[in-house]
């Protein structure tokens, strides 16, 4: 089920965490089609504040090198779609190529102890 963004305010920050070297490559081009699994899945999976911390402990545990890209949701359009995922919740799905200037900020990820990536969302 397709749902327009659950949130009324201008100022919602999303999150895709990925590689470096898919940013690097994204950045060279101007876009970002996707990791395998979007690419895989028919959209870029994003995740909320709340949520991002989650999404780094389930898929990218002793993963090495990763960044963070924060991005307005209200700047994706109507490509960006709220759908339910892990526990009920809604996360952000673009279905659509990210642009790389819709990049707000690039965060790193580092390996904590446990081997999770940090993310500063």
Partial sequence: MLTA???????????KILSR?????????GRFEGSAVDLQ?????FSTAAQATGTAQKHFAG??????????????????KWEPSRGGDLFPHLY???????VVAVHEAPLDAGGVPRVSA
């Fill in 5 to 15: 963004c659950p949130f009324r305010s201008a100022d919602v920050l999303i999150y």
């Fill in 63 to 80: 993963q090495p090198d990763l960044v963070v890209l924060e991005v307005e949701a209200d700047d994706l359009g109507v490509a960006l």
């Fill in 96 to 102: 659509a190529a990210l642009a790389t200037d819709a």
């Fill in 21 to 29: 070297s898919e940013w690097t490559a994204a950045r060279a081009v």
């Fill in 41 to 45: 899945d028919g959209y870029i999976h």
